[in-house]
């Protein structure tokens, strides 16, 4: 049990350093907390919430995962390499394909509930 807590407790010091040090992370929480505000205010399904959940977890563990790889090939390989330069940008592509995605996800949930309220649907 002592090991899980331990775990536990590594896990949640990423969590922090992640939102409090990489700007990407900042930035995507605050896009985050505004879908999850307009969920509340559009009254989203349960269905539309698990979507949305899936996709602002996504969008955030992979630019966890950019931001891993970013530090280790810069601390591993500190001067400039097409290999390098090819991992690290793949790994921000995959980020960028996710919020793509996702955004078009939020499209396809909010515009119809926008588009009803102001009476043209």
């Known amino acids: 049990m002592k090991r899980f807590i331990n775990s536990l ?10 939102f409090s040090k990489e700007q990407n992370g900042q930035i995507q929480s605050v896009v985050a ?5 307009a969920g509340f205010a559009f009254h989203i399904s349960l269905t539309e919430w698990m979507i949305m959940l899936v996709c602002i977890a996504l969008v955030l ?6 931001s ?14 097409d ?4 991992v690290k940008d793949v790994a921000a592509g995959a980020v960028l394909w996710a919020a793509i995605i996702s955004a078009i996800i939020g499209a396809i949930i909010f515009i119809p509930k926008i588009f009803s309220l102001t009476g043209k649907a």
Request: aromatic share 8%; no cysteine.
């Open 9 to 18: 407790g590594y896990a949640l010091n990423g969590l922090r350093l992640f």
């Open 33 to 37: 907390i505004l879908v999850i505000v």
């Open 61 to 66: 563990a992979l630019e966890m995962m950019n």
């Open 68 to 81: 891993v790889i970013e530090k280790l090939t810069d601390h591993l390989h500190p001067t400039r390499h």
């Open 83 to 86: 290999q390098v330069k090819w």
